[in-house]
């Protein structure tokens, strides 16, 4: 009897041994899963475009593996992507990513994609744009009709439709308390699609923001010029052939200092993908 009850006192001793050593091991994130190591995994590629930085460590300045989060400068705001739910159940996951954006005090504005929940907001009412097209893949929610369609440009509209079909769950953005949050119902699987959502999500930011720039006159067609000579943003010289433009904003690049650089070298922009232009085309 006595036998037995140092064989048991010895398994028990044991098994508080190892799971004592897996909470250490946790904390200290020297043996991460392999589910841990694809989390960090997936958040490479937006520490290198954009030099995030971890948002929510643990007390040890690890990133939290369960629910990873990132913050980085992105022009003059910061920028945060969220991740919120748990890792085991998916019905709760969702991604987020938020800028600042100032509106008037109490207006509101949430776009949610059709065919999932509605997403009305407190106070809000249903608005139709007019646009048919959009309004057949989005709901408009607003307290200040006004504002959503000075908002609702065409470009935005544009980007909207363009995250909508990143992903295939429930896509809402929401205005509200001196945000802009974009929130997708999952987790990412893969570096390259979380970024393409970061960088879309951005991009549609940025086309929101246009609307309170004073001042900005834009062209139409028949009054635009023709510019012979283009100047590369990171040699300066002009750019007479091999050129090269970027697959975002379409900047001009010597073909060789793109390849120097390996990405646009436009500020903010960080696109490292470019469109060959033949020297006819010039």
Request: net charge negative; aromatic share 10%; with cysteine.
């Amino acid at each position: 009897m006595a036998a037995f009850a140092i064989i048991v006192f010895i398994f028990f001793c044991m098994g508080f041994l190892a799971i004592l050593v897996g909470v250490v091991n946790l904390l200290s994130g020297s043996r991460q899963s392999p589910r841990a190591k694809h989390k960090h995994a997936i958040l490479n590629p937006i520490r290198e475009r954009f030099g995030a930085e971890n948002l929510r460590p643990n007390r040890l300045g690890e990133l939290n593996v369960f629910r990873p989060a990132l913050v980085f400068d992105y022009g003059r705001t910061m920028a945060r992507l969220k991740h919120y739910g748990k890792p085991w159940s998916r019905a709760n996951q969702s991604t987020v990513l938020e800028t600042s954006f100032d509106l008037p005090s109490g207006q509101q504005v949430s776009i949610v994609s059709r065919g999932n929940s509605n997403g009305q907001q407190p106070n809000a009412s249903f608005l139709e744009t007019g646009d048919e097209e959009f309004d057949q893949k989005f709901y408009v929610y607003t307290n200040e009709p006004s504002v959503a369609k000075q908002l609702l440009t065409d470009p935005v509209k544009w980007k909207m439709s363009e995250l909508k079909n990143l992903q295939s769950s429930e896509l809402r953005v929401q205005l509200d308390g001196g945000m802009l949050k974009t929130t997708v119902q999952h987790w990412f699987g893969s570096g390259q699609d979380l970024l393409d959502f970061t960088q879309c999500a951005l991009e549609l930011f940025d086309q929101m923001m246009l609307h309170k720039a004073e001042g900005v006159e834009f062209l139409h067609q028949n009054q635009a010029a023709v510019i012979e000579d283009f100047r590369c943003p990171i040699c300066s010289d002009d750019v007479m052939h091999e050129m090269v433009v970027c697959r975002r904003c379409k900047t001009p690049h010597c073909a060789e200092c793109w390849e120097y650089n390996g990405k646009c070298a436009t500020f903010a922009c960080m696109e490292e993908r470019c469109i060959r232009v033949e020297e006819q085309e010039l």
